[in-house]
Structure formats: structure tokens, C-alpha cells
């Protein structure tokens, strides 16, 4: 079997998995790391407390408690998604 590399791999040691082995799919670059002072300051700026994160709140328990009410597991979950708090993980 034979697999090809992408260009930016020619002078490193591939990894492969059955995936890429069994779809002779090209290999993907790594991706860069961020410096952890600007990834700080990135959480620190999304985890303030301003008016796009109270309307999200409060919208998405206007919705659930909607969705308790009526008994709709779809509602619950699209308030699930319209809340902010997933948010900071990255």
C-alpha cells in the first residue's frame, strides 16, 4: 500500500491512523500554538460580564423553562445551544 505525504511533511516522521491509511488521505500540517498570555487575555475578555452575555442568559431560560413547560426535549436543547456558557472552552 502506498501513502502519500503532503509537502510541508517531507522532512518529519509521519503518523498515521487506519483512516488515512485505508482513504489515502494527505496528511494535515500541525497546527500552530498560541502563546498562553494571549490565550489568557482572550478568556479573560470573553468571560466578562456584558450586555450580549446577560441577553443570551436570560433568552436561553426564557426558552428552557418553555421547553419544561410544554415538555420538549428539543426545545431544552435548542436553549442548550443559545446559551453562552460553552463559550470560554476552546
Same mark, same amino acid.
Given at each position: 500500500?502506498?501513502?502519500? =505525504?503532503?509537502?510541508? #511533511?517531507?522532512?518529519? *516522521?509521519?503518523?498515521?491512523?487506519?483512516?488515512?491509511? @485505508?482513504?489515502? /488521505?494527505?496528511?494535515?500540517?500541525?497546527?500552530?500554538?498560541?502563546?498562553?498570555?494571549?490565550?489568557?487575555?482572550?478568556?479573560?475578555?470573553?468571560?466578562? =460580564?456584558?450586555?450580549? #452575555?446577560?441577553?443570551? *442568559?436570560?433568552?436561553?431560560?426564557?426558552?428552557?423553562t @418553555?421547553?419544561? /413547560?410544554?415538555?420538549?426535549?428539543a426545545?431544552?436543547?435548542?436553549?442548550?445551544i443559545?446559551?453562552?456558557?460553552?463559550?470560554?472552552?476552546?
Amino acid at each position: 500500500m502506498k501513502v502519500r =505525504l503532503h509537502r510541508s #511533511f517531507k522532512n518529519q *516522521v509521519p503518523v498515521f491512523n487506519k483512516f488515512t491509511i @485505508l482513504c489515502n /488521505l494527505p496528511m494535515q500540517p500541525p497546527a500552530e500554538r498560541e502563546p498562553p498570555e494571549k490565550l489568557h487575555q482572550e478568556l479573560l475578555d470573553d468571560s466578562s =460580564l456584558n450586555l450580549n #452575555f446577560i441577553v443570551l *442568559v436570560v433568552t436561553s431560560c426564557i426558552i428552557a423553562t @418553555l421547553g419544561l /413547560l410544554t415538555n420538549s426535549a428539543a426545545v431544552i436543547i435548542g436553549a442548550m445551544i443559545v446559551a453562552p456558557l460553552m463559550n470560554p472552552l476552546r
